[in-house]
């Protein structure tokens, strides 16, 4: 009789922990698998100045908003920053991350897989294209920086480099390890001579 007991107990104790178990392990997988409080589909934000001018703008595919760790994951982000002279950046990208605190406020924009930010030749600019897998952006400061391999691309020159500090409102960009220079002949160049 006392053995039976003694089986009945560990029996109740072996079930117990294993409904333990397994109550345990769908709550970390839905908490993993998390969707967002809020989604949107083809969005765009725009942001003025004080004075009513377009400042920029920020469009993607996708934007899910993860209020738990104050975070929303962007698809096909496109970034426009407007700069008084007429001239304009933009930054694309394969996916993003949007740090915001809160809903209605953006802290940093990290955008992901294929970044390219550019800006098209004006009056008074040269074009300027870089390229990287990875780049930081934070709009209050208008400051973009990577810590990637980067692609410099201005007519007739390829700049290479590890790291990237971008000051968008001073039209500011540097690289900042391992700068590798080539120059490329224009097409009229070569055939003038």
């Known amino acids: 009789m006392r053995n039976t007991i003694i089986v009945v107990i560990a029996a109740i104790l072996s079930i117990g922990l294993l409904v333990f178990v397994k109550s345990e392990q769908p709550r970390l997988v839905a908490y993993t698998e998390k969707k967002p409080q809020e989604y949107m589909k083809q969005v765009l934000v725009s942001i003025f100045t004080e004075q009513g001018f377009l400042k920029s703008k920020l469009s993607a595919n996708y934007w899910g908003y993860l209020p738990e760790i104050a975070l ?72 973009a920086e990577s810590h990637q391999l980067v692609t410099m691309t201005k007519p007739g020159l390829t700049i290479t480099g590890i790291g990237l500090r971008a000051y968008l409102e001073q039209n500011s960009v540097e690289l900042l390890q391992d700068v590798k220079t080539h120059y490329t002949l224009n097409k009229k160049t070569t055939e003038s001579i």
């Open 72 to 143: 929303s994951n962007l698809q096909k982000p496109k970034l426009m920053i407007y700069k008084p002279d007429g001239s304009a950046w933009s930054i694309c990208a394969n996916t993003g991350k949007v740090e915001q605190p809160t809903l209605g406020s953006i802290e940093q924009i990290i955008l992901e897989d294929e970044v390219v930010l550019e800006r098209p030749a004006t009056a008074t600019v040269f074009p300027i294209k870089l390229e990287t897998r990875e780049l930081r952006y934070q709009p209050k400061k208008q400051f």
